[in-house]
């Protein structure tokens, strides 16, 4: 992709990532790809690079930045953060300019010499309130640990009211474009919200307290820039709203979200039966419900329904005195992630012998979602009063719904 101006004197120089379909491992799907942004920053008296590029994609910001002119007069390395989608290409990047000092907050210094070694490189930590004066523009740095690393900073240019705040306020969205008023932007939010839902969600508290810090701070700011995705120009106060919703729980306005999210996987059908009667009732009683089978379905796309959702309800047969496996990675990083605010209920059949239910509603309650029913257990294959059962569970959660 070409070098695009994001203000005067300052250019993303990153790359875009068309065909990666997994991040974090298998932890999170990447339907429609991801990009890697840096962003080059010219001040008349000195140039500064804020953030790499995951390693593969080194060569591109190169050619991005020789076309912006000499690579050993960058005088700043500026890394955000330490992970290696962002800092994958310093190592060559520091070969090509050895001259470059290197500015990160204090938790960084160490990790990055444990993941590229000792190079010699002149660190400097930096803490909130410290800057950075390039001639013309000012890099203020504003500390933000666990948003989403210990180690994790905003680079702010007030002089473009421009925030460079890496992961934060980020999407996974490979495109040809480069601004939120270039894309759909019911796409755009849906794929902000699936990263918030995967990545932010343990951190809602620190979240919400970083974004009242700066508004105390007074930095006015009329663009930014992550490090994954578009490039928030129009209107960036649409993902600060956003994030002030997630964090707090307070559903995204304009975007009918699900208020019930039923998910089960299935052996020979009777599970589904039962989840089905219970997606029927709650539709009867006017919840706006959805309902996955987790066996066809990816858990991080469902996380990401549940990020605005009221309740979860999970379903599994038992296989081995247990839930069947395919409901462990949601459940398991539904405890990592502990969404909050929401209630839930577990259902299931079994054959000879029960264990899923129990096992459900202990893995619900450790993610913090509160129990409401210690759950329906039906044997063998659902007879109508079993379905009855199924529908008075419903009711039971509409139940509890209407006393939150």
């Known amino acids: 992709m070409a070098i695009v101006e994001v203000k005067p004197g300052v250019h993303w120089v990153g790359a875009v990532d068309w065909n990666v379909r997994q991040f974090h491992g298998a932890t999170y799907s990447t339907h429609r790809g991801t990009t890697y942004n840096a962003y080059f920053v010219q001040g008349s008296k000195y140039r500064a690079l804020v953030d790499t590029v995951h390693a593969p994609f080194t060569e591109v910001l190169v050619s ?7 690579l050993s007069k960058i005088d700043y390395v500026v890394i955000n953060h330490v992970e290696m989608d962002h800092t994958g290409a310093l190592p060559h990047i520091m070969e090509l300019c050895p001259k470059a000092k290197v500015y990160c907050s204090q938790r960084a210094v160490e990790p990055l010499k444990q993941h590229f070694g000792d190079l010699g490189w002149d660190i400097t930590p930096v803490k909130t309130g410290d800057t950075l004066d390039l001639g013309g523009k000012t890099i203020h740095f504003i500390e933000a640990p666990m948003l989403h690393w210990p180690d994790s900073m905003f680079s702010f240019i007030p002089e473009d009211k ?31 919200a699936k990263y918030y839902a995967n990545i932010l969600l343990p951190f809602n508290a620190l979240v919400a307290r970083k974004i009242k810090e700066i508004v105390d701070m007074g930095i006015e700011f009329d663009t930014i820039a992550p490090s994954h995705g578009v490039i928030w120009r129009k209107d960036p106060g649409q993902i600060i709203k956003a994030y ?58 469902i996380i990401r329904e549940i990020l605005e959702a009221k309740a979860v309800v999970v ?22 992630l502990r969404p909050q605010g929401k209630i839930g209920v577990a259902f299931g059949s079994h054959g000879w012998k029960g264990g899923a239910v129990p096992q459900l509603t202990s893995l619900l309650s450790e993610a913090g979602i509160k129990v409401i029913d210690p759950g329906l257990a039906i044997q063998w294959v659902p007879s109508e009063t079993d379905i009855e059962a199924s529908r008075d569970l419903a009711r039971k959660l509409d139940q509890a719904l209407k006393d939150l």
């Open 162 to 192: 421009l925030l460079l705040p890496n992961d934060a306020f980020g999407q996974h969205l490979a495109s040809s474009q480069r601004f939120d008023d270039e894309v759909d932007n019911a796409i755009l939010m849906d794929e902000a």
């Open 315 to 336: 379903g599994s047969p038992t296989m081995n005195n247990a839930m069947l496996p395919s409901l462990s990675s949601l459940l398991d990083a539904l405890k990592g």
């Open 64 to 70: 991005h930045l020789k076309n912006l002119g000499d």
């Open 244 to 301: 002030q919703n997630w964090s707090t729980g307070v559903e995204t306005p304009g975007r009918v979200s699900p208020e019930v999210v039923v998910v089960f996987d299935t052996m020979w059908n009777s599970t589904e039966i039962m989840a089905e009667a219970i997606t029927d009732e709650l539709s009867a009683l006017g919840y706006n419900v959805n309902l996955y089978n987790i066996g066809r379905t990816d858990y991080s796309d």
